[in-house]
């Protein structure tokens, strides 16, 4: 199984143990995804590392999920972060 596909399943799961307030399913899986990101930082889109990195993880759901309008974020750069004016 691509390493995608089991990244995707992992967000999904961990997404549904946070709804279901299940802690060994979040930490499970959140292991998973760490290590997923650590095998893959190189082959990987370098917009899935930022998701993973930052624990983005609905993001992430997005953006495997062929999603193009994911939300900025603070960590977006300046359209995410308020203007000071």
Known sequence: MPMRTQIKD???TLLSAIKQSNGGVVTREM???DDFLERGRSTLDPQLVHFLSQRSYAKAVMFLGGESDIP???CG???GRP???
């Open 10 to 12: 992992a967000l999904i």
């Open 31 to 33: 292991a998973r995804l």
């Open 72 to 74: 900025v974020g603070i």
């Open 77 to 79: 750069g300046r359209a």
């Open 83 to 85: 203007t000071d004016k």
